[in-house]
């Protein structure tokens, strides 16, 4: 299945990269979430009811799509990014953030709004906490959209995070022929329109159970995908790598084991190797490594996009790293 669409998306690359067409066409285009990350490192996490001290904290950019799209045009691709922010510094970071990059952003401004913000705690180990805030003003809505923004591309990301509007985005591009690849993680009202516009879903460790009501995560990334005819369904299990169903069989890729300082952004940007893998063409299990070796990376540096590396440096660890077993975060 995941080497059928390949040909698809080359052919789709074709027809809309046409001199006519506007916007230009780009590899991929991501529409979800942005946000303002204030990172607050700790040297454990706090318990509850208790006074903790910390050092001093980091503003950054992060936000689920945003981060997966700046992963893609940091390795070559280009891209395209959606998405709505406030009219306060932290939207005008981002605009700038997206023109150093090189990324074609699409912005809709919301008018005294305040920019989507995640204060983020990480303990001594690596682990995050995040914490969100959103203003509804900034939310994403399918008016926002238009039609060329979507279809002219060869990938479509999508964080499922403003539901309305993910959802028209997915239709437009399947009815284009554009594959769609989303990145959920909450069951929001809506999420069933959506996953049925969804070619390649890859979801956070719980998502699957919610979704269907089955705890076994084998049966139930079957049943999603027997459901709503994905072609690909996928969960990322932290430490434990991925573990993935095409329709014909599992493939479980253990994590690669490097230093962790934070691992905020390890999803997004596995979301960001998969996307690139795929539009290589690339088999599955190397797709899968691929994108196992860019999210370790981010992990050993701070924020959400604090160790994106180039591909080569992605390469080098899934030829030179050990990985965790694949029965849980345990040295082999």
Same mark, same amino acid.
């Given at each position: ?26 590899? &991929? ?121 979507? =279809? ?5 990301? &999508? ?51 919610? &979704? ?48 962790? =300082? ?71």
């Amino acid at each position: 299945m995941l080497s059928a669409l390949v040909p698809a998306i080359s052919d789709a690359f074709a027809f809309y990269n046409h001199p006519m067409t506007e916007p230009l066409a780009v590899d &991929l285009v991501g529409v979800g979430l942005n946000a303002i990350d204030v990172l607050v490192p700790l040297a454990e996490f706090p318990t509850r009811g208790s006074k903790a001290w910390y050092t001093g904290s980091t503003v950054l950019p992060g936000g689920q799509a945003a981060t997966t799209v700046i992963a893609c045009q940091h390795w070559g691709l280009s891209t395209r990014y959606v998405g709505k922010l406030g009219d306060d510094d932290g939207g005008r970071l981002h605009r700038k953030v997206f023109a150093d990059a090189g990324v074609d952003a699409k912005l809709v401004v919301a008018p005294d709004a305040a920019s989507p913000q995640s204060l983020i705690l990480v303990d001594g180990g690596g682990e995050r906490t995040v914490l969100c805030r959103k203003d509804e003003r900034v939310k994403l809505r399918p008016e926002d959209l238009k039609r060329e923004w979507i =279809v002219n591309a060869r990938a479509l990301h &999508l964080d499922g995070c403003e539901i309305e509007a993910a959802t028209l985005a997915a239709e437009w591009a399947r009815a284009a022929g554009i594959p769609v690849i989303a990145d959920l993680d909450e069951t929001y009202p809506g999420v069933d329109k959506l996953v049925e516009n969804v070619d390649y879903l890859i979801v956070s460790r719980d998502f699957p159970a919610r &979704l269907t009501g089955e705890a076994d995560l084998e049966k139930a990334l079957r049943l999603i995908q027997t459901r709503y005819g994905c072609g690909l369904t996928a969960a990322t299990l932290g430490c434990d790598g991925v573990l993935a169903w095409d329709g014909r069989q599992f493939h479980l890729r253990a994590a690669y084991k490097v230093p962790v =300082v934070d691992t905020t952004g390890a999803g997004d940007i596995f979301h960001a190797g998969f996307i690139y893998g795929l539009l290589q063409g690339w088999p599955i299990e190397r797709l899968l490594d691929f994108a196992c070796a860019a999210a370790a990376l981010n992990c050993t540096a701070s924020g959400a996009r604090g160790g994106i590396q180039a591909v080569q440096a992605i390469e080098e660890i899934m030829a030179t790293t050990p990985r965790y077993d694949a029965t849980g975060c345990v040295a082999s």
